[in-house]
């Protein structure tokens, strides 16, 4: 997938993970115009705070928007037994004064893709939590893809083998209607599911000798404290000492699409009944879902990765 220069817009549920991408993408060079937030790992106004909690660690420049704290038909989840009840693992961080943007998330994404249609440019958009606010902003006006670039998504499975449920990944589940009316757009889309994301890791021992190659700062700290809680939390439901790449994958993509090395063309769909199934993602690379093709990533340069990776950890900003 070609790399674009399109301006981009990192739309968060503000988790440890989200914090890892915002990072990298600051420190290398995409970094997004605006940032806007969504419940899911925690719920809206966490994840907003969280969000702008780590821009003052990096750039505190960047407006947040603030958008839908539920999803379009069902009751809330989150994931705070994973990313802990503040979000960030109990992560060091600045104390945050900033506030959120005055327009909404719907708002903004909204006069975005129509402001960037009508002067015949498009506007990119890295989501790595549900994709409420996309789905809401789509069905108040359908001509905002026009305005779209390239949509990455971090989320969904391939092979049925959920994060959540036996059969569903947590940002797919938390909103299957949104998602299916995202997969159902005709978008330029590119989706980072669950199956990488397990696959491309660290060792403990890997990630410790890359903190101790870098020298101590309170940016470093920061990211020390995000990798140490993903790291126990794996280790608490039996993975063992690793650290994932789980929304950094997605990242990773959007900053250089050349790390992908394997993908798979398909169309998607999302299972919307009610029972174990639901928020199921239905992959099919015939096209009969009907649904426009996709491309999911199925294998990345790890050694890229780690690169991209450790360019946050001691964070300068590249523009």
Not at 253 to 281: E, H, N, Y
Request: aromatic share 6%; charged share 15%; with cysteine.
């Amino acid at each position: 997938m070609p790399h674009t220069k399109n301006p981009l817009i990192l739309d968060s549920d503000g988790g440890v993970d989200d914090a890892q991408a915002l990072l990298m993408l600051l420190a290398n060079g995409r970094a997004p115009f605006a940032v806007t937030t969504v419940f899911g790992n925690v719920g809206l106004d966490t994840a907003t705070r969280n969000i702008l909690a780590t821009l003052a660690v990096a750039r505190a420049d960047i407006p947040v928007h603030a958008g839908c704290g539920r999803s379009l038909t069902q009751a809330i989840i989150d994931a705070k037994y994973i990313h802990g009840e503040d979000g960030l693992g109990g992560a060091p961080r600045p104390e945050v004064t900033a506030e959120p943007a005055s327009h909404d998330a719907i708002s903004f994404l909204i006069s975005t893709f129509r402001a960037a249609s009508a002067r015949g440019e498009k506007v990119d958009i890295l989501m790595i939590g549900p994709l409420t606010n996309l789905a809401l902003a789509l069905r108040l006006d359908p001509t905002i893809i026009n305005g779209i670039g390239q949509l990455t998504i971090m989320g969904a499975t391939v092979y049925g083998r959920g994060n959540t449920t036996p059969a569903a990944e947590f940002n797919i589940y938390a909103d299957p209607e949104a998602a299916a009316i995202v997969f159902g757009a005709d978008i330029d889309t590119l989706i980072a599911p669950w199956e990488p994301c397990v696959t491309h890791n660290m060792t403990g021992a890997e990630v410790d000798a890359l903190f101790d190659s870098i020298p101590d700062s309170p940016q470093k700290a920061f990211s020390v404290a995000l990798a140490r809680h993903a790291r126990q939390t794996i280790a608490g439901y039996g993975g063992g000492d690793h650290f994932r790449f789980v929304d950094p994958l997605a990242a990773a993509a959007v900053i250089d699409p050349t790390i992908i090395t394997k993908s798979l063309r398909a169309s998607v769909d999302v299972a919307l009944a009610p029972g174990i199934a639901r928020g199921m993602t239905i992959v099919d690379p015939s096209g009969r879902l009907g649904t426009p093709m996709v491309t999911l990533i199925e294998q990345v340069k790890l050694d890229r990765l780690i690169a991209l990776y450790a360019a946050s950890i001691p964070f300068t900003t590249q523009t």
